[in-house]
């Protein structure tokens, strides 16, 4: 896939940059709790000041529905923002018309504004054209800083860009680049590790990688209702037991198209998800009693991942394999994140992985910084991999 970058903009002196970022931070009291994705914008806010141009930052912030909420306002952004930049940070009490033009003319080359929430304007989430013919006059060029957003049309992602020169940030272009490592064009073999609880929240996901996987694997809920459907008595396993036609659907469609689905061959399971209840493994097709529930793969299931890894070129990742969050049911999820983090240090594997669960089971295995990429873009990740087109990737294509 070819997208414009900003290595393909002309001199960018004295051009005003009109940067859509993901600012829809955690707060609390009016504070930022968690500044990762004001440090996720900095490659591209600096590269466009080093570049001398003035930068506009549009964002949106939790869901005010059209109606300027205060308590929504990106104002307690700017402080923090400033401090990571180390230069002062504009702000502008509206995202369109006259406060936004002139908190932007009145920068200097380098400068840099953030501009109030845009979803306080219902024209927004509407992909209104006058909105987006609006915001596009505040600027020369359009910078599109936030994949997390992509899979939205909405006036500040996909309608703006019909209006100026549309970029991808430097955070987009990593993003793109990673995930068409993972999919658009792999190196192979590939494996997809994809867990959760339900089939049918991720059927488009299944259905789509089947047709572009070498293997994949299936873990949490999930493999439950698919050891459900080849007729394994799962006990009090969550699963989605009228999924099971369904699930046989999808495990025929693999077949058909070559792609060899890994499913658990043992699992741990216990009466009860809290920590350090009594647990039992075993094999998934011997008896797991009534009131006993799979959750996590047992060590023979992780030895068979950890070898099928070892075969692969490239993996994509979403979901974990059992309840993470309650040790003991976190160790399959852990080993194999961790062989496929050394795998990916030593250059054998390009590891990508995303969607929320999965990044805060890999933070917990402690491997986030090893693998290849991770995306925190949640829902337009999950699209991706779906094989859906992103509005906001659509509108940056040469």
Not at 95 to 123: K, Q, T, Y
Not at 144 to 166: I, K, Q, Y
Not at 228 to 257: P, V
Not at 260 to 287: C, F, M, N, S, Y
Request: proline share 5%; net charge negative.
């Amino acid at each position: 896939m070819t997208f414009r970058t900003l290595d393909d903009a002309d001199s960018l002196v004295g051009k005003t940059a009109l940067v859509r970022v993901d600012f829809n931070v955690p707060m609390e009291g009016g504070r930022v709790t968690d500044d990762t994705r004001l440090r996720v914008a900095l490659p591209t806010i600096n590269k466009l000041r080093e570049a001398g141009a003035k930068v506009a930052l549009l964002a949106h912030f939790d869901r005010p529905k059209g109606q300027v909420v205060p308590s929504m306002s990106l104002k307690p952004v700017v402080q923090p923002l400033s401090e990571l930049l180390g230069a002062p940070v504009r702000f502008a009490e509206d995202c369109v018309g006259g406060p936004a033009h002139a908190a932007i003319s009145d920068l200097d080359a380098g400068g840099v504004v953030l501009l109030e929430n845009v979803r306080f304007h219902a024209a927004e989430e509407a992909n209104d054209a006058e909105f987006a013919a609006s915001l596009a006059e505040l600027a020369d060029l359009y910078v599109n800083d936030a994949f997390s957003a992509a899979h939205r049309a909405h006036a500040s992602t996909e309608g703006v860009a019909h209006h100026l020169p549309a970029y991808a940030g430097e955070s987009m272009r990593r993003e793109l680049e990673a995930l068409d490592a993972a999919l658009g064009s792999p190196k192979k073999p590939v494996i997809g590790i994809v867990g959760g609880a339900k089939v049918s929240t991720k059927l488009d996901l299944l259905k789509n990688l089947v047709g572009k996987l070498d293997r994949l694997a299936i873990g949490g809920g999930m493999a439950n209702t698919f050891l459900f459907a080849q007729g394994i008595d799962i006990g009090g396993s969550l699963a989605e037991r009228d999924m099971a036609d369904t699930a046989r659907e999808i495990l025929a469609e693999a077949e058909a198209k070559g792609c060899e689905i890994l499913l658990p061959i043992d699992v741990v399971v216990a009466t009860q998800v809290k920590p350090g209840v009594e647990t039992r493994t075993v094999l998934a097709r011997e008896d797991i009693g009534e009131d006993e529930k799979i959750l996590d793969a047992g060590p023979l299931t992780v030895e068979k991942l950890i070898k099928a890894l070892a075969l692969s070129k490239t993996l994509i990742w979403n979901g974990p394999l059992g309840v993470f969050e309650v040790p003991p049911f976190d160790t399959a999820t852990v080993k194999v994140a961790k062989a496929a983090a050394d795998l990916a240090k030593s250059d054998v594997l390009i590891a990508v992985g995303g969607g929320g669960d999965t990044v805060s089971a890999l933070n917990h295995a402690g491997v986030v910084d090893d693998m290849t990429f991770v995306s925190t873009a949640g829902g337009a990740f999950l699209e991706w991999m779906e094989g859906k087109a992103l509005p906001g990737v659509e509108a940056l294509k040469v």
